[in-house]
């Protein structure tokens, strides 16, 4: 067999790291984990012997913010210190190239924390002539590049050199323009995403994305959000304190995870010889389950609001309940340029980026970060 058959037989590297804590303790990283990963285009809640949408997560979900689509968005307006002193300096700005692919297309992000990325081939790297760095997943010749801006910089000011020169060589030697999804939570006002209703009350006086962009370039969009209830679903016995699992007492992480990713995706865990799909069975040693709710929700999320849903999802077990645990995933984009932090994200054969909090009774917590072969390891 040739060395480049062989490769395409083997399996991806996969990355699983795995942590446990308690959510009310002081030192607790589990928010900090959430907002480190800023770009998540999927949250699913799974909730063991429940049918329908919880009391306590009603007004969490029925609310979950707009986000924006701006239609054919030059780069360069994102580093316009109009823009810059609007969102960036005054809340979290999150932007995301749309229907780009990070690894054959020019992508771009932004970041809450105001750092610009842009990943971009060779020939426009060169153009472009601004600092940046090869990326680590582009082999041994440089074909992809990584440039990052950091507009909260203090000599990146409008007579600044630095802001000067960024700006020629994004909107004159080499102007990059894209589809961009976009949300900003504004940090001086409430502590709540701005609403539909709230944007209308403001107007054209209030700096809301809707209001800087012309309204035949941006468009308000909402999450899309499913119900479903799972009957007679197996689940897997789990001990909070036991991450390894005990033979004949309770699973372990990993276990739990791969149960999970079948659940989701809806995988038959019946195991019957006549199955041609999949001969998955869910591990030992397990429960049945007369029904679990599970709900799906789906667009551009910031972190912020994944945050509320937990701190609710954690209240759910302030009053006796069957459930023994609970779980929230949340999934990353594909072709985002960033997974967690500002750590290089590529998509190899599947771009995975995601995570899990499995939530117990006692509001102890275990969380499981994962990533593809083209990715750091989660912090």
């Not at 909107?171 to 976009?182: A, G, N, R, V």
């Not at 302030?318 to 594909?334: D, I, M, Q, Y």
Request: charge should be neutral.
């Amino acid at each position: 067999m040739s060395a480049p058959l062989r490769r395409v037989q083997q399996a991806p590297r996969h990355l699983l790291v795995c942590e446990k804590g308690h959510a009310r303790h002081p030192r607790s990283r589990h928010a900090a984990h959430v907002r480190d990963h800023a770009y998540n285009c999927r949250v699913s809640i799974l909730i063991p012997e429940c049918g329908i949408l919880p009391e306590v997560l009603k007004s969490t979900v029925a609310d979950f913010g707009v986000y924006y689509l701006v239609k054919n968005l030059s780069v360069h307006e994102l580093v316009a210190h109009e823009f810059i002193d609007s969102f960036v300096k005054k809340g979290s700005c999150y932007a995301l190239t749309y229907n780009t692919k990070i690894d054959q297309d020019n992508t771009a992000a932004l970041l809450p924390t105001g750092k610009l990325i842009l990943s971009v081939d060779k020939d426009t790297y060169e153009e472009l002539g601004l600092q940046g760095r090869p990326s680590r997943y582009s082999g041994k010749k440089a074909m992809r590049y990584i440039i990052t801006i950091d507009l909260t910089d203090s000599d990146f000011h409008p007579d600044g050199k630095k802001h000067k020169r960024v700006l020629w060589a994004l909107k004159e030697k080499k102007p990059l323009e894209f589809d961009f999804l976009m949300a900003w939570y504004n940090t001086g006002m409430l502590r709540i995403p701005l609403s539909t209703e709230l944007i209308s009350l403001l107007g054209a006086e209030g700096s809301t994305l809707m209001s800087y962009f012309p309204k035949n370039q941006i468009r308000a969009l909402k999450p899309k959000i499913t119900f479903s209830t799972l009957r007679d679903l197996q689940c897997p016995a789990l001990q909070s304190n036991e991450l390894e699992g005990k033979p004949e007492e309770s699973c372990s992480t990993e276990e739990l995870f791969e149960w999970l990713g079948a659940v989701l995706n809806q995988v038959n865990l019946d195991n019957k010889s006549s199955s041609f799909i999949s001969t998955y069975c869910c591990p030992q040693p397990n429960t049945t389950v007369d029904q679990a709710f599970l709900c799906t929700i789906t667009g551009f999320i910031i972190p912020d609001k994944i945050i509320q849903l937990l701190e609710q999802l954690c209240s759910y077990f302030s009053e006796p309940k069957l459930a023994h645990w609970l779980t929230l995933t949340v999934h990353g984009f594909a072709d985002s340029p960033v997974s967690w932090r500002e750590n290089e994200h590529g998509f190899h054969k599947g771009g995975e980026n995601l995570y899990n909090f499995v939530v117990f009774r006692n509001l102890d917590y275990w969380l499981q970060m994962a990533v593809g072969t083209n990715d750091d390891c989660p912090p």
